[in-house]
């Protein structure tokens, strides 16, 4: 795979008059258009990124057609992490050129370091940090441990998998028939009674609960390990 790895210091006047170049140096137009989209990307977001561009289905020694102005770039899809791809129009001489290039984008993520069995909750031991391309992580991923941590696996994973949202679940805190203290909240008011959970739930879900003086079935967020809260 031919890979590039161009800083984003370079700027768009620079890396447009390389391109313009082609036709004196053919060679050098993969690390010009390569300047130019992450330029691209630069602009698209708000903190700095590792970041390559490839072209892994271009052989090293295609050159690009002659073209005495600067080619115009046209993006087939908004530009994001993975496999892009764009349209290179030159108006002298006339040619169209479409490419596919991979925008690799470099974080760390959360991937597993035991495995884990369906319905165990993850622990602080179980997961790490590990740099991934995100390009290549399609079904999503976590960028720090305590977006997992103390969640529910949905199913057996191995180690080293890198751990994406359809795999993991929130687990329950409070489980059906449980007694739970109901709290209603209203501006200048708190007000806690004892009740009885009818469903389980998780941190931040509504459930079911009954109140145990006057049996009144109540929907509640759960709020702690035996705490619910009525707005």
């Given at each position: 795979?031919?890979?590039?790895f161009?800083?984003?210091f370079?700027?768009g006047?620079?890396?447009g008059?390389a391109?313009?170049e082609?036709?004196a140096?053919?060679s050098?137009w993969?690390?010009a258009l390569?300047?130019r989209?992450?330029a691209q990307?630069?602009?698209l977001t ?6 390559e561009v490839?072209?892994?289905s271009?052989s090293p020694q ?8 600067e080619?115009?770039?046209?993006l ?5 992490p ?11 001489p006339?040619?169209?050129q479409?490419?596919a290039?991979?925008?690799h984008i ?9 495995p884990?069995?369906?319905g165990?909750?993850?622990?602080p ?7 991934y391309?995100t390009?290549?992580?399609?079904k999503?991923?976590y ?16 180690t080293?998998?890198?751990?994406s ?7 329950d805190i409070?489980?059906?028939g449980?007694?739970?203290t109901i709290?209603?909240?209203r501006p200048g008011?708190?007000i ?5 959970a009818l469903t389980?739930?998780h941190?931040?879900?509504h459930?079911?609960v009954?109140n145990d003086?006057s049996?009144k ?9 035996d ?5």
């Amino acid at each position: 795979m031919h890979r590039i790895f161009v800083g984003f210091f370079l700027s768009g006047l620079t890396v447009g008059a390389a391109l313009a170049e082609t036709a004196a140096n053919e060679s050098n137009w993969r690390e010009a258009l390569g300047a130019r989209i992450l330029a691209q990307w630069q602009s698209l977001t708000t903190e700095e990124q590792e970041a390559e561009v490839s072209f892994p289905s271009i052989s090293p020694q295609y050159d690009l057609p002659d073209c005495r102005e600067e080619p115009t770039i046209d993006l087939m899809r908004p530009l994001q992490p993975g496999r892009n791809g764009i349209e290179l129009r030159c108006a002298d001489p006339y040619w169209v050129q479409n490419l596919a290039l991979q925008l690799h984008i470099y974080r760390e993520v959360a991937v597993l370091q035991n495995p884990i069995k369906n319905g165990e909750i993850l622990q602080p031991e179980h997961v790490s940090l590990i740099r991934y391309d995100t390009g290549e992580l399609g079904k999503g991923f976590y960028l720090t441990l305590t977006d997992v941590v103390g969640s529910e696996a949905k199913r057996s994973l191995r180690t080293g998998t890198v751990i994406s949202p359809d795999m993991i679940e929130a687990a329950d805190i409070i489980s059906r028939g449980q007694p739970v203290t109901i709290r209603l909240k209203r501006p200048g008011i708190r007000i806690e009674m004892a009740g009885t959970a009818l469903t389980d739930g998780h941190l931040g879900e509504h459930i079911r609960v009954r109140n145990d003086r006057s049996q009144k079935i109540l929907s509640a967020e759960v709020l702690g390990a035996d705490l619910v809260q009525i707005d």
